[in-house]
């Protein structure tokens, strides 16, 4: 669908939409030059699909700039398992939740969040003990054996007094400190400014309760730490990720079974896009400043090395930024929807319609960022297409087609084969005539990494073994075993073979509570049946029966008593960034003072503080002030706000 000259989207053939697409952007790069267009991507399309857009996007069309909606989910952890390991690698198998007799969850909700993994949890023999680390009393925290209230926002300094206790009671393996970490003594001097004593009242939780988690993970003969996007979108997100990863590394917890620093991804393929997205990293994981990096990658693709950036992208924000100054004119969306599930939201569908061309291309033309495409590619959607997804464990998995996608959508890959043919880079490509071909090629790029997949032949070989985990290299001891985890030799990805403690101050939050917003914002998710955006669970029928049809705040009971608010009436939610109507669940799953927004509702992100981690540039989505009030009172703005947008 195209936008005709009195601005409204009307269908065409692909040939129109593939001559518009190419004359637009360009046209752009003629006047602006080759930066001057940029693409946002996802977690949620193949492997493959993820290597021909960055390849297709950066070699073929002259782009520099481009990034993933995987930077509001797990840029954290990768940042975080780069630091401290020396490699994006997390180092579990799904098999370690069911061998641990203690596992902690800091920030993760997996009852609803991630099923599958909570059924393993289930499955487990041993009648673990399970420590939930989480402001609100959620659904996994129901079903734990101890549940953590700590407040929002004090997770980094929760995480060093424990660190603290353990070291100063001794409960620590001392060989495993020497034999395979870097910097402990220094990490030891960190946290001694962490006592209980000083850090508990902040936490929210009395000494003993601290001592206790401590305890537990102390006494546990496999302790396995998993964390999510509680953690991921956090204020100090990243040493908050290395807070836990130093925990396993003082007591032993890493490379056994039942034991790891485990981060647990949200989208099917965010694995797929860290490995292989070519954005912010060059394909597997390469440095594009790295004169040797580029020549390897042109020589193995085949491609003039010339073609190849030598900078990497701006990150998500600096992008929008870019967009906001006029710097960058084009932009390419592909299954993702930034209107609504950016921080900040209120600002960007300004921003987006200061571009000279909006492509989106997506399943659905009826998303939040659709409506303001200049041009809607028609993509088919899992089940619809061939290709790999690369899950927490490391395993990849192969998608199949069960059905044909409708009307003129067509597989993402077959889009991005159309593109580079129209843009004329299509010799580029000769080799990536299939989804399969392509990752034959791709593993090439691997050979002696961390990740090394040169041992993966077919299709056939992965659908066969059930799903096949990096590292698979195609020499030396390949393993054949179902259930495999990283550093059971204890050796890590730094020169030295050593782990790093990463540590830093805490510091304050960047939108403090005050007597205009009282209240601190955390979002999450809020239903089993409701997914990121509402893009498809939202036009599912029975799905939408079974969540609250409008948006809304959970507020503890005392906070509604004192405020006048009754269960189900409409209230405002108000911050620095604007205001929005929502309905009212009155609920003691958060402690007074603590409010409870489900991103899947759009309102949501439109009152969230746009901060960002100093070093994975992930959002803050879990710490905004806030003001409520019923809907029938007049608004009293804070003469500090910023404008609404």
């Given amino acids: 669908m195209a936008r005709n000259k009195a601005g409204e989207l009307e269908p065409i053939g692909w040939n129109e939409a593939l001559e518009l697409f190419c004359w637009k952007f360009k046209e752009i790069q003629a006047k602006h030059g080759k930066d001057a267009i940029a693409f946002l991507s996802t977690g949620q399309i193949t492997t493959e699909e993820h290597a021909f857009l960055g390849a297709l996007a950066k070699f073929g069309m002259g782009m520099v700039h481009g990034d993933g909606n995987t930077r509001q989910c797990m840029a954290t952890a990768v940042a975080a398992y780069k630091q401290s390991f020396g490699w994006d690698a997390p180092p579990f198998t799904y098999k370690d939740l069911e061998i641990a007799d203690v596992l902690v969850f800091v920030g993760s909700n997996p009852v609803i969040a991630h099923p599958i993994i909570w059924n393993r949890v289930k499955m487990n023999p041993n009648n673990p003990k399970i420590l939930v680390v989480d402001p609100l009393l959620s659904e996994t925290a129901k079903q734990a054996t101890h549940h953590y209230p700590i407040r929002p926002g004090t997770q980094l300094l929760f995480l060093y007094t424990v660190a603290h206790i353990l070291i100063r009671k001794g409960w620590i393996d001392e060989k495993y400190i020497k034999e395979h970490t870097d910097g402990f003594e220094e ?127 701006m990150t998500y924000e600096l992008i929008l930024d870019a967009i906001d100054k006029g710097k960058i004119k084009g932009l390419w969306v592909v299954c993702t929807n930034p209107v609504h599930s950016w921080i900040n939201s209120n600002t960007v569908p ?141 050796a890590f990805f730094h020169t030295n073979g050593k782990a790093k403690f990463m540590f830093e101050d805490v510091v304050p939050e960047p939108e403090p509570v005050d007597a205009a917003y009282p209240f601190v914002l955390v979002t999450g998710r809020g239903t089993v049946v409701q997914w990121h955006t509402q893009t498809r669970t939202g036009k599912a029928k029975l799905l939408v029966k079974a969540a609250p049809k409008d948006p809304y705040v959970e507020i503890n009971s005392q906070d509604a008593d004192r405020l006048g608010i009754l269960p189900d009436s409409w209230v405002v939610v108000g911050s620095r960034r604007g205001e929005v109507k929502v309905k009212a669940a009155i609920s003691d799953r958060s402690l007074p003072g603590e409010v409870f927004m489900p991103m899947h509702y759009a309102e ?42």
């Fill in 350 to 490: 300004a921003i987006l319609k200061k571009l000279d061309f909006l492509v989106v291309q997506d399943m659905f033309h009826s998303t939040e960022t659709a409506r303001l495409a200049h041009l809607i590619l028609p993509a088919a959607g899992t089940g619809e297409k061939l290709g790999t997804f690369i899950n927490s464990e490391r395993r990849f998995g192969v998608i199949q087609p069960v059905s044909k996608p409708p009307g003129q959508a067509l597989p993402d890959f077959d889009i991005f084969k159309k593109v580079a043919q129209a843009w004329g880079c299509g010799k580029m490509f000769a080799r990536w005539t299939d989804p399969e071909a392509t990752l034959l090629l791709l593993k090439e790029i691997t050979r002696g990494l961390p990740w090394d997949i040169t041992g993966i032949e077919s299709y056939d070989q992965i659908l066969a073994a059930g799903g096949i985990q990096w590292p698979y290299p195609d020499s030396g001891t390949r393993t054949k075993e179902i259930h495999r985890r990283l550093l059971d030799d204890g």
């Fill in 187 to 313: 990490f030891k001097k960190h946290v001694e400014k962490y006592p209980p004593a000083t850090t508990c009242d902040k936490i929210g939780l009395p000494e003993s309760k601290i001592e206790e988690f401590a305890r537990i993970i102390h006494e546990g003969k496999a302790v396995a730490l998993q964390w999510m996007v509680g953690i991921n979108q956090a204020h100090q997100a990243t040493r908050s990720a290395q807070a836990i990863i130093n925990i396993a590394l003082i007591t032993g917890n890493m490379g056994r079974p039942g034991t790891g620093a485990n981060s647990i991804t949200g989208q099917c393929n965010a694995m797929g896009s860290r490995m292989f997205s070519n954005t912010a990293s060059m394909l597997g994981g390469h440095d594009f400043a790295n004169p040797d990096h580029r020549q390897k990658i042109a020589r193995i693709l085949g491609i003039n090395v010339t073609t190849i950036p030598q900078v990497g992208s």
């Fill in 604 to 645: 949501t992100n439109q009152v969230t503080y746009p901060s960002f981690d100093a070093y994975s540039h992930e959002p803050v989505y879990k710490l905004s002030a806030v003001n409520i009030r019923p809907a029938s009172q007049p608004s009293v703005r804070d003469p500090g706000a910023e404008p609404a947008g």
